[in-house]
Nanobody, 118 residues
């Protein structure tokens, strides 16, 4: 399974970006897709997630500003980030959990850089 994240860039505080995570498989096979952010010198932290059934959850710091959605026809998950803040700067990774007869397997994408200037 390959995950290709894209859509990062440089944006001013208050601006918006939409990240995409394209999967190499049918995403209806993926139980949970998660976006993580890793700021320089920090650990990766969960930002948003969406389940196969469409349930979503967000880190407290981004609730009300970020949305996560999926397009099954395109095998792509999106992270819409609005009202961005400088602390939103980091590398954003998408992650997939797949549960099948072989058990739980997880996969990471390569990351896309987001820089929010103040």
């Amino acid at each position: 399974v390959q995950l290709q994240a894209s859509g990062g860039g440089l944006v001013q505080a208050g601006g918006s970006l939409r990240l995409s995570c394209a999967a190499s498989i049918d995403i209806t096979r993926i139980n949970l897709m998660t976006w993580h952010r890793q700021a320089q010198g920090n650990q990766r932290e969960m930002v948003a997630e969406i389940s196969r059934s469409g349930d979503t959850d967000f880190a407290a710091a981004v609730k009300g500003r970020f949305t996560v959605s999926r397009d099954n026809a395109k095998n792509t998950v999106y992270l819409q980030m609005n009202s961005l803040k400088p602390e939103g700067t980091g590398v954003y990774y998408c992650h997939a959990d797949i549960i099948n007869e072989e058990g739980l397997r997880d996969y990471w994408g390569q990351g896309t850089q987001v820089t929010v200037s103040s």
